[in-house]
């Protein structure tokens, strides 16, 4: 059974939870990353989480801190309950803390290594659209502020939530393997957007999806502040808030929750968000130790498909409130090909392009690049003034 690692350890500032080497918390003795339960709205649900059951904490020093979005924990009527945030983004850190165990005999040691949670902007904001909020980061601004203040040692994003610059003394050595690219359509009256009858609500908080959702089928409507966790956006649409959703393949597989699957979307009716499925560890650019562990566990493939995507998406110098997607992949002849794509937030305006090449990082930057600056150009002034 999945575990978090050790007991809690007190809190740091800045909504940071830390789960240290010994012993283990589990809940209720359901496996993290198999937890379906909500955000709970009122006292009655509490039972839904479990009470966290902490064992003494040991007093080794763990030898690397793993820093990531994840769950926090809070008191609720004198008991220590599970808060769900983000169980991806543990999910993830999960992933990266088995793989170094695995590469690494030290790392395997009781209390070896520490999960940092660290809340970030985009977690405690969720009244808004993402594209209201504004600025680059929202998702990584606050992981980085440790990382580089060394109250952790690495770093786990989803790629897709990095901007394209990082911050200095960092860097970013390590793409894990990629996951499924695709996003999956759910619903539970249509087996795909096609079906969907005319007015039919789709939730997203996807500007990406909701442009390409409108251009192909301008008669669905689209609910563009459709946010939470998994668990939060399945349990809105069984409660009728929406009539189907699009979610990310790689996130529900992560999660072992493609059970709720309805479809999945090809990448001609529903291009991916750039670096989506691909997960990105940092450390600090001075930090020679863990820039050896990280090179250890870097899969070369995804790292130079989503440096092609990335070269895109900062020539087109996108953000949040820009339609934008891009996917470069290894065809059977082992070359790159690179399809980009941007796009109005209504959908009426949509602007393709795509390129061939050698799959070696020079070639694939400058086809980002290049295809970037096509599509700035065929999009004229104004395009991205929304």
């Not at 012993?23 to 990353?33: A, K, R, T």
């Not at 209390?111 to 998702?139: C, N």
């Not at 980085?144 to 690495?154: F, H, M, S, T, V």
């Not at 251009?215 to 409660?239: A, D, I, M, W």
Request: net charge neutral.
């Amino acid at each position: 059974m999945e575990t978090l690692s050790s007991s809690l350890c007190t809190a740091h500032g800045g909504g940071m939870v830390n789960f240290c080497g010994g012993g283990s918390v589990s809940v209720l003795g359901f496996p993290i990353q198999h937890l379906k339960t909500q955000a709970f709205p009122d006292s009655k649900r509490k039972q839904s989480f479990g009470v966290i059951k902490a064992s003494v904490a040991k007093t080794e020093v763990a030898v690397l801190r793993i820093g990531t979005r994840g769950r926090r924990y809070g008191l609720v009527y004198n008991a220590l309950i599970l808060m769900p945030d983000s169980p991806l983004a543990l999910a993830q850190a999960h992933e990266t803390r088995d793989k170094l165990m695995a590469s690494h005999p030290e790392l395997a040691e009781e209390g070896a290594i520490e999960i940092v949670i660290i809340k970030t902007t985009g977690d405690k904001i969720l009244s808004q659209p993402l594209a209201d909020i504004g600025g680059k980061g929202l998702f990584t601004k606050e992981i980085d502020e440790a990382l580089i203040n060394g109250e952790i040692d690495i770093a786990v994003h989803s790629m897709k939530d990095v901007p394209t610059y990082l911050p200095e003394k960092t860097i970013l050595p390590c793409n894990l393997p990629r996951e499924d690219v695709r996003d999956a359509f759910i619903s539970l009256t249509a087996a795909s957007l096609a079906e969907l009858p005319a007015g039919s609500v789709v939730g997203t908080a996807s500007l990406r999806r909701k442009s390409q959702i409108l251009h192909r089928y301008p008669s669905l409507k689209v609910e563009e502040n459709f946010r939470g966790n998994v668990q939060t956006r399945l349990r809105k649409l069984n409660e009728g808030v929406v009539q189907a959703t699009l979610l990310a393949l790689a996130g529900l597989r992560r999660l072992s929750m493609t059970e709720n699957v309805t479809s999945t979307l090809s990448i001609d009716e529903m291009l991916p968000a750039v670096a989506q499925g691909a997960i990105g560890i940092a450390c600090r650019s001075d930090d020679d130790k863990m820039a050896a562990y990280l090179a250890s566990l870097n899969h070369e493939e995804t790292r130079l498909a989503v440096a092609c995507e990335r070269a895109f998406l900062l020539t087109l110098d996108g953000s949040c409130r820009t339609p934008i997607a891009g996917y470069a992949s290894k065809d059977a002849e082992g070359n790159c090909i690179f399809k980009g794509l941007v796009a109005s937030p209504d959908g009426t305006r949509v602007l393709e392009t795509s390129r061939k090449g050698s799959y070696s990082y020079e070639d694939m930057i400058l086809m980002g690049k290049d295809a970037g600056k096509e599509l700035l150009s065929r999009a004229g002034p104004g395009f991205f003034d929304f």
